[in-house]
Every structure is written in structure tokens, then in C-alpha cells.
């Protein structure tokens, strides 16, 4: 079994740190008193060079992670771009991702739309056009393997154990958790988990990313522009997510509770063997 030692897992949640909760008195279903620690949600602002791009709310950990994930994610700074700084401020609560050449992200953002995911969730309309011709790799995805991280993942200390109202995004390779970033948005802690990868070199074709936020659209899109083959959670699927995973190639795994998921894409991919 798949233990979280520290050369495994090299990113983890930190429920210890004062920043990400507050703690907080309330009553509960008897009229008793009851102290609980509660999430934090401050906002987070990204420029893009000189521009304003978009202000987030986050948990307020990884902030340049975040920022770079973010803008890769939407396709406005691409692999081909230079990213020669990434600074950030924590008083004014900015970060500005640099790059050696002005991109084309103004265009991008005049195709902005509001989608439904949490927090911010902000789609540009040329990331459907990037799945066009994408080829995701055969690597294989192993039931035996399913079940060791689902196990390994739900005891890893976290901010959701502790206080709740936080999604979390994880990626692995086989039977073991790699990096675990959280945040009150599932596209929050995705896109602080590009920009680990992005920065950290970490190849993608052979890992699985794991959630605890729906399947939707949104996400599908973003793990297969990531070059992730695999993508499962523990929650369920919209039809359109479904969709365009079957038209990319992605292997779909939800609804993931101890021993118990179903595939609706990509099976092709999953070794039964657990």
C-alpha cells in the first residue's frame, strides 16, 4: 500500500498554517457552544505584464503557483512563452507574471465567459480550440492503483478534514500522490497545480489527476490541456464533460467512493486488475 512519505509526496496541505483558517465560535443543534476553525478567502489579483487579467478568491497559499496555472490554463501564456518573473506582494495581494514577449491575451479576453464553476471560473473561447488534434497518451490506469490512492489521499492531513468548504486537486503517478494543492475552487486548486508543473518541469503523460470537485466541462478541458490522460474524482459528472472527454480521448473516473467508481470515458485505458 501507497505510503505518504516525503520523497513521495512533495506538495502537501498545511491545516497547521494561521493564514489559511480563522477560528470561529458559534452554537450548534443543542444551543451549546462550539469553536470550529473556518476556511479564510481573501482576494488575489493577476496581471499579465502590464494588465489586469482577473481578481480570484483563494485560501491565499501558492499565490505564484496559482497565478502561472492560471494563465496557462487559459492559454494566454502558452509553453512557448518566456516567463522571466513571477512577482508577487502580499500587502496589495497582486501577483504579475511576467513574460519575455507581450502575448495576445487582450484578444483572449474579449471572448471571456462566465462559467459555472466556484469561486472564479473564467473560460477563454480558444481553449476548446486547443483540444484540436490533442492526442492524450495510452498510458495505462490501474484499478489496484485507483483504490491505493483513494485510500492514500483521504488520510492525508488536509484542510478539508479540518475545516471543510475546500475543494482538493491531486496529482499522482500509479499508486502514489505527488502534489496536493486545496482551495474554496476547484479550478483554484487545478491551476495552482499547473503552475508547480510548469514551473517544476514534471511530465504529465503519465499521471493521473485526481479532485474532489465535479467533472465538468471546465475541468475535462483543462486536464487535457495539461496532457494529463486520466482524470478522477469522488463526485459526478455533467453531460458536456462527458462529452468532450470522449471526443479528446480522456479516461473519465467519478462518483470514486472506497472500491466503488464508474468510468464513463476513456476505459480503454483501465487495467482491471483490483
Avoid at 483540444?131 to 484499478?143: I, K, M, N, S
Wanted: with cysteine; aromatic share 6%; charged share 20%.
Amino acid at each position: 500500500m501507497s505510503t505518504l512519505t516525503p520523497p513521495t509526496l512533495r506538495v502537501v496541505p498545511d491545516p497547521t498554517d494561521p493564514r489559511l483558517t480563522r477560528p470561529v465560535t458559534g452554537v450548534d443543534q443543542s444551543g451549546q457552544a462550539v469553536d470550529l476553525h473556518v476556511v479564510e478567502e481573501r482576494p488575489l489579483t493577476i496581471y499579465l505584464n502590464s494588465r489586469e487579467i482577473v481578481t480570484a478568491m483563494t485560501i491565499g497559499d501558492h499565490p505564484r503557483w496559482l497565478a502561472l496555472g492560471f494563465l496557462a490554463n487559459q492559454g494566454m501564456v502558452s509553453a512557448a512563452d518566456e516567463v522571466t518573473a513571477i512577482d508577487y506582494d502580499d500587502e496589495l495581494q497582486t501577483v504579475v507574471v511576467r513574460t519575455a514577449v507581450e502575448t495576445d491575451h487582450e484578444a483572449k479576453l474579449a471572448r471571456a465567459t462566465r462559467t459555472s464553476g466556484c469561486a472564479v471560473g473564467t473560460v477563454f473561447g480558444d481553449m476548446m480550440e486547443g483540444l484540436d488534434g490533442l492526442t492524450l497518451p495510452a498510458t495505462p490506469l490501474r484499478v489496484s492503483d485507483l483504490h491505493a490512492l483513494s485510500n492514500a489521499i483521504n488520510r492525508t492531513p488536509s484542510l478539508y478534514l479540518q475545516a471543510g468548504a475546500i475543494h482538493g486537486t491531486c496529482l499522482c503517478a500509479g499508486p502514489d500522490p505527488i502534489a496536493y494543492f486545496e482551495d474554496v475552487g476547484r479550478h483554484n486548486a487545478v491551476d495552482k497545480l499547473a503552475g508547480w508543473m510548469r514551473a517544476t518541469g514534471t511530465d504529465a503523460g503519465d499521471k493521473t489527476l485526481y479532485t474532489t470537485g465535479r467533472l465538468t466541462s471546465e475541468m475535462v478541458i483543462k486536464c487535457a490541456l495539461m496532457g494529463i490522460p486520466c482524470l478522477v474524482s469522488r463526485s459526478g459528472f455533467t453531460a458536456w464533460g462527458v462529452e468532450i472527454a470522449r471526443q479528446v480521448g480522456l479516461t473519465v473516473i467519478g462518483r470514486m467512493k472506497g472500491n466503488r467508481f464508474v468510468c464513463l470515458s476513456g476505459e480503454e485505458r483501465v487495467v482491471w486488475d483490483g
